[in-house]
């Protein structure tokens, strides 16, 4: 089986920065995602760590750790439009899918 | 590149109708293809994985006869919803992977209403 567990919601200020947090536990692990999705739309990658430690993309970071089933994201800078919920996913050895946390609705303010 | 198009964005259908939904690739061939569905504020729910020239696995609790799906090419997938009722109403989303890419790339969506 698998579990994957984000916050529900996050708020913060224009211009601070923010990470989100995401814990799994799945039977095997090939990889995982960090998408975007505005309300309405479908979901826009982001990011994708497979090894240990931080990537980095612009505003946006991401860090695993793969012994500790752990990652976040980070997002500097924000802006408004970064208002939107941060879906956290795992690629599950042999499954050749994904499979989402809840996902974690962000709410940037001024 | 690794783009996926979904149509149509939206549709409202009267209960008891079907409803085809197509997600293509269009600049890569995809043997599979995976349906998701969302409801509001909840996070995207595998529902089906479409697989090229076969059945497609469905997901417990999801009724294969009521989903129908269709992955008759290497780019295209259809789902069909029959005898829609408004507790179908839903934001259905397909996804597929370009092998030389890393990541799922998704379909803008389908916002299904049942009236």
């Known amino acids: 089986g698998q579990n994957i567990d984000q916050p529900t919601e996050m708020t913060a200020t224009e211009g601070a920065i923010v990470q989100i947090n995401c814990t799994y536990q799945?039977?095997?692990?090939?990889?995982l995602f960090w998408y975007q999705q505005h309300a309405g739309e479908a979901p826009t990658f982001l990011s994708y760590n497979v090894l240990d430690g931080l990537e980095e993309k612009g505003r946006f970071s991401s860090f695993l750790s793969r012994s500790k089933g752990y990652s976040y994201l980070l997002l500097k800078e924000l802006q408004m439009k970064d208002s939107a919920s941060y879906l956290c996913a795992v690629d599950q050895t042999g499954a050749n899918n994904l499979f989402f946390g809840t996902g974690t609705r962000l709410t940037v303010i001024p | 590149g690794a783009v996926v198009s979904q149509h149509p964005s939206r549709v409202i259908c009267k209960s008891g109708t079907s409803v085809k939904i197509e997600c293509r690739s269009l600049?890569?061939?995809?043997?599979?293809m995976f349906w998701y569905r969302q409801f509001p504020k909840q996070s995207l729910m595998l529902m089906a994985t479409s697989n090229e020239g076969s059945k497609a696995t469905y997901e417990q609790g999801v009724e294969k006869d009521k989903f129908l799906i269709n992955h008759a090419s290497l780019t295209l997938s259809t789902l069909t919803v029959t005898s829609a009722h408004p507790e179908d109403s839903s934001f259905y989303i397909c996804?597929?992977?370009?092998?030389?890419?890393?990541?799922?790339?998704f379909g803008s969506g389908t916002r299904l209403t049942v009236v």
């Open positions: 996804s597929a992977r370009d092998q030389l890419r890393p990541g799922y790339t």
């Open positions: 799945t039977s095997g692990f090939n990889g």
């Open positions: 600049d890569f061939q995809a043997t599979t």
